[in-house]
Every structure is written in C-alpha cells, then in structure tokens.
C-alpha cells in the first residue's frame, strides 16, 4: 500500500532531481539530433543519387531506341548546353515511377451533385402543353425540397494503342444505376476521322454531347425535353471525320438502336436511328470564336406509350408507332478579352429545334381506343447568355419558347383536342466557382409551358467533381 | 424520305471513308501549345516547318478551351509541341481525341512533352486538391530557366529529326548554331544577373519556381494562397506581415496575369512591381527566346535598383 505514494513522489522529485544537470542533458541531446540529421542527410543524398541514377537509365532506353535510326543518318547534336548544376540530363520517367498494379488504373472521376427546388405549382402534376411524353420523361423542375440530383462516375483510360474506353455511371436519387456513357473509341484511324461504338450522348445540337453537370443551367431547355427526352443518348456507333482543311469543319454520322424517345426501343435487326451532324467553327480575331452546325436525327418508334394532357388538365395514354425527324440549328460564340478567359468572358448560344413525327396513333389507350394517322410537326428554341464578370462568379439569362403545332389526326380531327398554345419560360441564374472543380448556382424560373398559370421556380445546386482533372470540350 | 436515308447509310459512310485521304503536304507540321515551344521549333526548324500556336503570351495556359481553330490544327499537324507535367491537362486531351489524328496521340513521335526532359522542381509529397491546383508531375513552367530551353531544344532537335529524316542533317545543323548561341547567352545573362543572386521575392503565382533556381533568387512569399487560387484580401494582408518579418525587393507577376494583387501589395510593402513576360510575346521585347531573356533580365535587374 504504501509503495504506490512513495513511487508517486519518487516520480514527481524525478524531473527535479534530473534539472541538476540540464545543461548536459541538452548538450548531450543536441548532439544525438545533430548526428542523427547527419546520418539522415547522407542516407538521403545517397537515395536521391541512387533515384536519379535509375530514372536516367529508365529514361535513356526508349530515347535510345526512338533516336537510333537517326543517329546515322545526322550527326549526333553537339552537347554544348551543359544541364543546370542540378537537373538530371535525362528525362524524369514520372510515368514508370509508380509501378505495380495500381498503375494501369483508369482516371476515376466522381460528380457530387445535390439540389433544393422550390416551385410554386406541384411538379409532379408538371406536364408541357400540347406535347404528350412517355410517362417517365424527364420534365419539369423535378422534386421540391431537398434531393440529389445526379452522381456520376467517371472512367476512362487508353485500352491499347489503337483505342481507349471510357465510362459515365449515373446514380439517380432514386438509388437507381444508368449506364449513362459506356464506349470504346478509336485513337488511332487518323485521316481525322475517330470511330466511336458503345453507348454515348449523340452528336446532334451543341448542349446535347454534353454531360449535364457541365451546362450553364440546373434543367435542360424545353426543347430538349419536349423532343429529344431530355437528351438523346444511344447503343450504335459514331463516325466523326475533320476534312484536311484549315477551317474547322466536323461531320459526323450516327446509327443505333433508337432506344430512348423520340424513339422507342423493340426488337428490329437494322438501326433504330440515324443521325447526321455537321458542324463549322473558328476564330474571329483573337478574342472572339465561335462553332455552329445543322444535325439531324431519325427514329424509329413502335408502340411508344405517351402521356397526353388536354387543357382541363385530364390524362390520356396514347401510343405511337411511326417516324420522328428532328432538325437542330446550334450556334455558340464566346469571347474573352485577349483569349484570356480567366478574368471576364461572355457566352451566347442558341439552338432550334423542329421534330415531326408521323405515323399511327391510338389515343385513349385502354378507354376509347381512337386509332388514326398521326401527323405533327412540333418545334421550339432557346437563347443564353452567359457572362463572367469577374473571377469565380458568373451570371447567366436564358429564354426559350416551345410550339406544340397542330396535330392531323386524319380521319379523327376533332375528337382528339390538345391545346397547341406556345409556351414560354425565362430563367436567370447566377453561379460561384470557388475553383474550377466546384460550383454553387442559384437560379430563378418562370415557366409558363404547363397549363394553370406560371410556375415560379427557385433552385439552388451544387456540383462538385473530384478525382482525375476533366477535360471539357468547347 | 425518312425511309429511304435508312437504307442509305452504309453508302453515306462509305463516301465519308472516299474523301478522308488526302493529299500529303510539304513542311512539317507544328502545333505548339504555348509560344515558348513555337518559338523553339521555329528556331530548329526554319523553313522546314510550318508553326502554329495555340495559345499567346495573354492567355492562363493553364485554362485554353479545346475551340474549333484549334482542333483544325491539331488535326493537321505532324508535331504536338506541349509543356506537359499537366499544364494542359484541361484541354489538350480532348483536343487530340476530337483530331482524328493518330500522328499525334499519346506516345505516338508526334506528341512531344518538354516537361519530359527537364528536371522538375515543386514535386508534391502529397497529391491533394486541398492544396490547390497543384501538378502531380512538379511545377510545369519550366521556360523560366534558359537552362530549360537548352535540354528541350536536344529532345525538339531530335524528335524533328525522327518525324522528317530526309532533312535530318539540316535539323542537326540548325539545332548545333542555335546550342552554341544558346550557351553564350546564358553565360551573357548569368553574368548581368549575378546582382540578382540571394534577391529577395515575392511572385504573385508560383510560376518563377525555374528562374529563381536558376539566378539564385529567394521566393519569401505567393501571392495566391494555393496554385489557382485567386488572391484574396485576408491573405494579401497576411503577406504584407510575412514581408515585415522578412523583407523583400520585388514581386514578379506573368503577362497574362491580372497586375492588381501585385499592384496592391507593392504599394502597401513597398516594392518593385516587375511584370514578367513570361513567354516569347509577353512584352514587346520578347520577341524570340532570345529577346524573352534579355528583357526578363533587364526587368528583373530593373525592378532590383528601382527600390531599396
């Protein structure tokens, strides 16, 4: 019992007993810590010579390899350069520096995206006026309140010398998994033409390739959700060929299975859908560019069950079977004084879009079962700006119109009625970019394509990327 | 109508296949992403070849789009000439992959990465976006040491000599005259900035990490809080009490830069503003490699007497 108080002072006189002889202590201790530092610095400096050593042998063999038919042919170039005192003279190989397995992986990317949505009227009663949609299409302003919007996961590496791959995994917030993108390109056709085969975003328009977490707005405009579903991706294959000319010109050609609206997918051995796309672009001076194009796009539907709302706000199913054509007219021009976009830069883009579609429709499906042509032809547009008026913050108005068209039923005009009003909407937002991997946005709508008067609809959103460094396009 | 295209689209990639195989043309090729290597091509190339730039002395290299002039260009060029270590890493892979060019992929003669053949400084320990937007291969602006220019120039000079071996010689000749005039300017510049030697700087981007190597320079403090990150008042303030405690004579800031962080901070710390241009175009006496030095020097050697 008594030992443990006695050990308890023992332990507190200690540090008094051992403050007599501090000063040797500290000179003892210094000593240690100099030698130590040394014997770090020699093991150190003989890592780094060992480090250096390999990476030149690294990097000398395939230099070796690559310039050795030339040796012969030209004189060797005089070395009358020496290297910097403390640069290696060989390339640093930070490729092969990795090793193992890991370093094959592909760049994963990862897009966190949430949103709150507050809308005057009830989106789930969100319909647009005059165009009936499949039943799970994407419109509207989605969930009120508090939801995640889109994560997305990014893969993409180089498969071989001829070819790379590359991946989009969209997590909806229903907990749902959608291949968004999964394709194999060629890198290595030349002659500028790159054949892509897998599931990607076609090529029509100009907001259509792109991946929602990089446009200037929350939604898609109306007329991509009237008449492309939102946006048009498909199973088939892409041809792209540049011209050898100077002016940028692309054009490319398109052909799949016709999955998604406007066309439906069913059991056929030949393409579902073809596209043709065509576009030009270049610059004006040098703080001016621009890109513009026509595209086209066939689909084929088969028993396509739509949603179609009248005036009084009542729901009818009906179902198509036909041909759709959309044409799309896009046009972007961005400027950045000097082509240095980093301080201030201005975006206007505008596209137009007219589908028509033909064929055979049964409206009512289930109730009066209407069966007649179906004839209409539908169209709409949209025009932004986008201005970055200093660093980090940007500010955008965008507005659009949608035209229903008056659809021939032949034989059944008049017991079929639709509205065919034009709608319009009109939407601002403003967004900060606290680097070029994040952004907050909020936006302000007033959307007038649903019927029972204009929906006001306020968003603020995030979308953050993390991961390997996306490279976007133009 | 709609039928018809249908049927026809075999025939319609066909044509596309027909028309993609174009005549050869004569002098190679060069897209060169910044001036630098335009620059340098064009010193070892001459007339053998045709040099296009992608980017000028007035644009962050770091954030260029993949615009249509410049996915023309690379589609018809026979030599990529880029910095590498990532600095392009925003627009350059998309604008090979939207070329159509194999001569010009990844690993292919014609992608050349000067950052390759450098040693690089700034290699971070720890690869975290916390710290900004940092570079996993080291600092990629490398052109700030004329040391540089000389290894890339040995790799440029080879390369062109791979991709056109009919004008090897003449490339070999080239690059020898320019090697010699090179070193004797670096010995020129080396001597008039020995003034500069254990100077004292602020940069307003760490983008001078090579030129500070090479003239034995001290950087005591950046502007940007993290690489990327713009300025912000709180930490401008913040370097103005670092700079108390150890003073410096000049802040460097790059062409494409804007000038107002530098601006404030030598005005509220007393020191020379010394706009570097960073590249061939960024003043008007940069107008080759060569001016690019001589007017760096001076600026540098200016800004050194302007103040105590």
Redesign the interface.
Known sequence: MRSIPAAFVAALLLPMAAHADDAADVAALRKDMEALRAAYDARLQALEQRLKSAEAALAAAP?AA??A??AT????????????P???????A?AAAGGGANSFNPAVSLILSGLYAHTSHDPAQYALRGFPLPADAPIGPGTRGFSLTETELGLAA?ID?WL?GAAAISVAPDNSVEVEEAFV?T????????LKAGRFFSGIGYLNPQHSHTWDFVDSPLAYQAMLGGQYGDDGLQ?????????????G?E?GRGRTFPGSDSNRN??GM?A?TA?????IG?SH???AGVSML?AKASDQGLVATDAAGNRFAQSFSG?T?VWIADAIW?WAP??????TNFKLQGEYLQSTR?GDLIHDVGGANLASTYSVRQSGWYVQGIYQFM??WRVGLRTEGLDPGTPDYGANSGLIALPTDRSRKDSLMLDFNP???SRVRVQLARDRAREGGADTQWFVQYQMS?GA?????? | MSRSLFHRWPALVAAVFAFSFAPAHGAVRVLACEPEWGALAQELGGKLVDVAVATSALQDPHQIQAKPSLISRARNADLVACTGAELEIGWLPVLLQQSGNAKVQPGQPGNFAAADFVRKLDVPTQLDRAQGDIHAAGNPHIQTDPRNIALVADALATRLQQIDPANAAQYAQAHADFAKKWQAAIARWSAQAAPLRGTAVVSQHKAFVYLYDWLGMKEVAVLEPKPGVEPSAAHLQGVVATLKGAPAKMVLFAAYQDSRPSDWIAKNAGLAVVKVPFTVGGSDAAKDLFGLFDDTVARLLAGAGAKP
Request: proline residues 15%; glycine residues 8%; charged residues 10%.
């Open positions: 230099a690559t310039s038919p030339q042919a030209a004189a060797p170039p005089p070395a009358v350069a020496p290297p910097p403390t640069a290696a003279a060989a390339p640093t930070t180089s010398p790379r390109q890198t290595s056709l030349g002659n500028g033409l790159s041809l792209t060929w540049l011209p050898p000319i100077d002016q940028y010109v692309e054009l050609v052909v030949g393409p073809v043709l576009h030009a672009g270049g610059d040098a560019s621009w890109r066939d041909s054509r961005k000097n082509g240095n976009a980093t301080r033909n660093p980090r680097s070029e991997f993390l460094h996306g490279a976007h396009s133009y």
